[in-house]
Protein backbone atom coordinates (compact mmCIF):
# COMPACT_ATOMS: atom_id res chain seq x y z
CA UNK A 1 0.00 0.00 0.00
CA UNK A 2 1.02 3.21 -0.59
CA UNK A 3 2.25 4.55 3.08
CA UNK A 4 1.46 8.74 2.07
CA UNK A 5 -1.65 7.73 1.38
CA UNK A 6 -2.19 6.00 4.90
CA UNK A 7 -0.13 9.34 6.35
CA UNK A 8 -2.34 11.76 5.22
CA UNK A 9 -5.95 9.66 5.24
CA UNK A 10 -5.19 8.42 9.00
CA UNK A 11 -7.78 10.75 10.41
CA UNK A 12 -10.64 9.36 8.44
CA UNK A 13 -10.01 6.04 8.21
CA UNK A 14 -8.07 3.03 9.57
CA UNK A 15 -5.27 1.26 7.83
CA UNK A 16 -4.10 -2.11 8.59
CA UNK A 17 -1.49 -4.11 6.21
CA UNK A 18 -1.57 -8.36 5.53
CA UNK A 19 1.91 -9.36 4.02
CA UNK A 20 1.84 -12.77 1.59
CA UNK A 21 -1.13 -14.10 -0.35
CA UNK A 22 -2.10 -16.89 2.14
CA UNK A 23 -3.26 -14.81 4.74
CA UNK A 24 -4.80 -12.89 1.64
CA UNK A 25 -6.31 -15.36 0.59
CA UNK A 26 -7.30 -16.79 3.82
CA UNK A 27 -10.78 -14.68 4.09
CA UNK A 28 -11.30 -12.48 1.52
CA UNK A 29 -9.82 -14.36 -1.75
CA UNK A 30 -7.11 -11.75 -2.82
CA UNK A 31 -4.46 -11.82 -4.35
CA UNK A 32 -1.71 -9.45 -3.18
CA UNK A 33 -0.71 -6.90 -3.99
CA UNK A 34 -4.20 -5.40 -3.26
CA UNK A 35 -6.28 -3.10 -0.92
CA UNK A 36 -9.21 -4.37 0.31
CA UNK A 37 -12.13 -1.84 2.30
CA UNK A 38 -14.44 -3.12 4.10
CA UNK A 39 -17.57 -1.63 4.85
CA UNK A 40 -20.72 -2.46 6.53
CA UNK A 41 -23.00 -1.57 3.27
CA UNK A 42 -23.71 -2.74 -0.05
CA UNK A 43 -21.14 -5.97 -1.15
CA UNK A 44 -19.06 -5.73 2.00
CA UNK A 45 -15.81 -5.44 1.08
CA UNK A 46 -14.47 -3.88 -2.57
CA UNK A 47 -10.95 -4.52 -4.21
CA UNK A 48 -8.38 -2.05 -5.76
CA UNK A 49 -5.72 -3.99 -7.32
CA UNK A 50 -4.62 -0.96 -10.31
CA UNK A 51 -0.50 -1.16 -9.01
CA UNK A 52 0.31 -0.73 -12.61
CA UNK A 53 1.74 2.59 -12.90
CA UNK A 54 3.85 3.27 -9.37
CA UNK A 55 3.98 6.91 -10.35
CA UNK A 56 0.21 7.04 -10.31
CA UNK A 57 -0.51 4.59 -7.40
CA UNK A 58 -0.93 7.13 -4.48
CA UNK A 59 -4.00 9.46 -6.65
CA UNK A 60 -5.75 6.65 -8.04
CA UNK A 61 -5.28 4.56 -4.27
CA UNK A 62 -6.55 8.08 -3.04
CA UNK A 63 -9.61 8.46 -5.37
CA UNK A 64 -10.53 4.85 -4.61
CA UNK A 65 -10.67 5.51 -1.04
CA UNK A 66 -13.34 8.38 -1.47
CA UNK A 67 -14.92 6.98 -4.02
CA UNK A 68 -15.89 3.30 -2.35
CA UNK A 69 -16.45 4.85 1.10
CA UNK A 70 -19.20 7.77 2.90
CA UNK A 71 -19.39 9.84 5.64
CA UNK A 72 -20.63 8.07 8.91
CA UNK A 73 -22.79 11.16 9.50
CA UNK A 74 -24.08 13.08 6.40
CA UNK A 75 -24.21 16.73 6.25
CA UNK A 76 -27.36 17.97 6.98
CA UNK A 77 -29.24 21.24 6.85
CA UNK A 78 -32.81 22.05 8.26
CA UNK A 79 -34.78 24.51 8.21
CA UNK A 80 -37.53 25.59 10.75
Do not use: W, Y
Not at 38 to 55: I, K, Q, W, Y
Request: aromatic residues 12%; contains cysteine; proline residues 2%.
Amino acid sequence: MDAQVAKTMRNEFSFGVVKGNAAANAENKVTAPAVVMFRNFDEGAVTFSDFGDADSVGGKLTSFIRAQSFPLVRHCTFVL
